[in-house]
């Protein structure tokens, strides 16, 4: 019996109750006109034990219609379109902007400076952007503490750019060239307060001019640029730049490499080079040139993404000084971002900044990892604080100077001493009770002595 | 303004390690008069002694309406008082005196106390 009130519950799930109709079970039970026991629906069985054959599905019978092909793929047609329209409209229509934070100042930790870029789908710069469209996000943690946002070229603040061209034996001719042409035209367009070195990739970083404004800088240096016979050992003269950087005083920093990405015979490897430009925290910008071949262009591409930096690939040598423009043009435009960060204590440890650009038709998103920089104390506080001790100290010995001859002088006692001990006498004695008395002690056989001597 | 007194009271200056009255020989005691303040004391050494309230007063009486420098006693082979013209006047067995020479037994009214001097 159990068994015909579950089918009962399943057949009613197939037919629901429609209104009008008689709720009586019996009404279902005799579905297509048969008792549900002769049709063996719900496990009855026939007087012969076996399971009376029943009517097809209606699922069944609806596919063997005439038009049953027709209405399936209206059916199918129906789905994909409800399917198709639904993530339309759950999809964001919103064009897609790429964040790229450049670099992240947390020496002063909570206060973070972060250079970020912003592109669009073409990968043109977007500039003027409201500062009211950045949201940030420290280790998932909305921050909502006030940031300043200001375009880096409305700011004086300069930028140190350490460049390196490849110089090897391949470069000779065009390639050096048109590498010295975009190194003229990158000049042209630095600015007063920034700073400008140059270095050849070779064995390792080859300084040829350090920390010049583009007004000091002999343009003979850059033309008796040469290619030499040295091997391109690109990983280690990037780490050479990127451990002179730090020691400059100018707080953005960024590395360009023109190369054909080929390395030989480095010393460090890559995975060491990963971490050297983990920890400098300097973004690096690539330029490809295809000079052999094109198979190791993509060190320099993972390089720029590991750093936040940018690469661009000259697909002609003629195309180096406009590369090299696009970037310093990427740098200029970039926005600076004054954060104090709140929701992280200074601990020493890698956290993420992740910053978001939600404007109304389009949207945004990038991080990067800085370092929760646990401040020391400043030698200038601290050379105050102990100016600030010894001037205390200093005012304490006096004021107790001041309140003794105070005392001093409600006793009677001002600058009369007894000429044989020494001691202080009141004005108003006339004789010195101490020597009267004890008679002339140490001091006065001291005195003696002296005045035998 | 805390001074540096010695056990019998005498304000000192803080480079003295021994109170230069209490060093002089005693020649007598200023003994207070009166039921309640019977055993108040104070000692009379040898040498020149101001009476009064102040600190630099080498017997210092608080309260009384003493002057700060009411009087001024000479111990040597004789003993005498001076009164400084502070404050109310001094007298000595009644008398109102300026200064007069004083004898064991001697009753001196300083302000509102009376005191009567035992010498040696």
New interface residues.
């Given amino acids: 019996m159990g068994r015909i009130v579950r089918g009962v519950k399943m057949l009613r799930g197939v037919f629901p109750v429609r209104p009008g109709r008689t709720g009586k079970t019996g009404m279902y039970l005799r579905a297509e006109g048969r008792p549900l026991a002769a049709q063996g629906i719900g496990g009855v069985r026939s007087s012969h034990g076996a399971a009376a054959p029943g009517p097809k599905p209606r699922k069944a019978r609806f596919l063997r219609s005439k038009n049953a092909p027709k209405k399936f793929f209206r059916l199918v047609c129906a789905f994909v379109l409800f399917f198709v329209s639904a993530r339309g409209f759950s999809q964001d229509s919103r064009s897609p902007l790429t964040v790229r934070i450049d670099q992240i100042i947390s020496g002063d930790f909570p206060d973070v400076r972060a250079y970020a870029v912003v592109e669009d789908a073409r990968g043109e710069v977007v500039a003027g952007l409201s500062p009211g469209l950045f949201g940030f996000r420290v280790d998932s943690l909305e921050e909502v503490s006030r940031a300043s946002i200001t375009p880096f070229s409305l700011r004086e603040e300069g930028v140190d750019y350490s460049v390196l061209v490849s110089a090897g034996g391949v470069m000779e001719g065009e390639p050096l060239d048109f590498q010295k042409t975009a190194l003229f035209q990158f000049m042209g367009g630095m600015r007063e307060a920034d700073r400008f070195s140059l270095y050849t990739i070779g064995e390792e970083a080859a300084p040829v001019f350090e920390e010049m404004p583009a007004a000091g800088v002999d343009p003979a240096r850059i033309n008796s640029l040469a290619a030499d016979r040295s091997q391109p050992r690109l990983y280690d003269s990037l780490i050479g730049v990127l451990r002179r950087a730090p020691r400059r005083g100018t707080e953005r920093k960024a590395v360009i490499v023109i190369s054909d990405g080929r390395d030989q015979g480095s010393r460090f490897t890559r995975e060491q080079l990963g971490a050297v430009l983990a920890e400098a925290g300097v973004p690096v910008y690539a330029i490809g040139i295809r000079v052999l071949g094109t198979q190791s262009l993509s060190n320099l591409n993972e390089i720029a993404d590991l750093t936040g930096g940018s690469y661009i690939y000259a697909r002609n040598l003629g195309d180096i000084p406009a590369s090299l423009k696009r970037i310093h043009q990427r740098i200029m435009q970039s926005y600076v971002i004054d954060l104090r960060v709140r929701s992280v204590r200074a601990d020493g440890l890698t956290h993420t900044l992740e910053l978001t650009i939600d404007e109304r038709d389009a949207y945004g998103k990038g991080a990067k990892t800085f370092t929760a920089v646990i401040v020391p104390v400043p030698a200038w506080v601290k050379w105050a604080v102990l100016a600030a001790g010894v001037l205390l100290v200093i005012a304490l010995v006096l004021l107790h100077v001041i309140l003794r001859i105070r005392k001093r002088r409600r006793l009677g006692i001002t600058r009369r001493r007894c000429p044989d001990c020494g001691r202080r006498m009141k004005d108003s004695w006339d004789f010195c009770p101490f020597c009267k008395y004890l008679g002339c002690g140490k001091k006065k056989k001291r005195r003696e002595k002296k005045g035998d001597a | ?1 805390r ?1 540096k007194y010695c056990k019998e009271g005498h ?1 000192m ?4 390690k ?1 109170c ?2 209490c ?3 005693l020649k007598g005691w200023l003994v207070r008069l009166g039921e309640k303040h019977t055993g108040e004391v104070y000692t009379i050494h040898e ?2 002694s ?1 009476i009064g309230s ?3 007063c080498e017997i210092r009486i608080l309260g009384g309406n003493l002057a700060r420098q009411h009087a001024f006693l000479v111990v040597s082979d004789i003993c005498s008082i001076v009164d400084m013209g502070n404050g109310e006047p001094l007298k000595i067995n009644n008398a109102v005196l300026v200064k007069s020479a004083l004898i064991d037994g001697d009753v001196l009214l300083l302000g509102d106390f009376s005191f009567k001097i035992k010498l040696l």
Avoid: H, N, Q, R
């Fill in positions: 303004m001074f304000a200056d803080p480079s003295w021994l230069p009255v060093i002089a020989p040498g020149k101001f102040g600190a630099e």
